[in-house]
């Protein structure tokens, strides 16, 4: 799943018109350089949720034949958030565990390599260096599981592999994703594992011309 239902706010006038998603890094969109790279996985279903510019999305992207797999989207009237918007698509990711990803980081050198979730895990997810405009970070790693600390904090990615189980008995609506992982987090049911290759959180012009200096 691919989340891209924001408005994009931080970004000005550059998302008056055009959905955060769909803005160029390169010969690519935001969201294209994401799902070629899913699609160089071997990954046949992607969902995508929308909301703002919703049709302009689904008019740019189509149903997924330029990279020989199917896209699927989720459309929220009102955007829900993180946590929301995945309660609402789940009855289009089915039981199994699913790839997560921010339509707005960008990973200059493609997704990380999945195994699955160890038994009785809910989430994995992928810490990168903090970068300088979240120096604090997010959670800990020690030995392979994510950890709550205020020292030692590495910055979450925004890519996750997710079991449904983790929003089981969630209502619908606007939800945050990072109250969701913290308490499988304190029931330690998190692994995780540190990503050294190239990650930008493009949230800010600033940083969608460095993504496409990335780019070359």
């Not at 690519?28 to 899913?38: K, M, P, S, V």
């Not at 989207?73 to 089915?94: D, W």
């Not at 990803?101 to 990973?107: A, P, Q």
């Not at 619908?172 to 692994?191: D, K, Y």
Request: glycine share 10%; proline share 6%.
């Amino acid at each position: 799943m691919i989340l891209a239902a924001g408005r994009g706010t931080r970004m000005g006038s550059l998302t008056d018109h055009c959905p955060k998603p769909l803005l160029s890094v390169g010969q690519q969109t935001l969201i294209e350089h994401h799902i070629a790279a899913l699609a160089a996985m071997g990954i046949n279903d992607v969902v995508i949720n929308i909301s703002y510019l919703a049709d302009r999305i689904r008019q740019h992207l189509g149903a997924g034949e330029r990279w020989s797999l199917r896209l699927h989207y989720s459309y929220e009237p009102e955007a829900l958030e993180t946590a929301g918007g995945i309660v609402k698509a789940l009855p289009l990711l089915g039981s199994e565990p699913f790839l997560l990803v921010n339509g707005d980081v960008f990973l200059a050198q493609g997704h990380p390599q999945v195994e699955p979730l160890a038994a009785g895990d809910l989430a994995h997810l992928w810490l990168v260096d903090n970068p300088e405009h979240h120096p604090e970070g997010d959670f800990g790693l020690r030995q392979g599981r994510v950890v709550s600390t205020e020292i030692d904090r590495l910055t979450f990615s925004g890519v996750s592999l997710l079991h449904p189980d983790l929003f089981a008995g969630m209502a619908p609506g606007p939800q945050r994703l990072a109250p969701v992982l913290q308490e499988a987090i304190n029931s330690g049911r998190v692994s995780g594992e540190y990503w050294q290759n190239a990650w930008l959180d493009v949230g800010t012009p600033e940083r969608l011309q460095q993504a496409r200096a990335l780019c070359g």
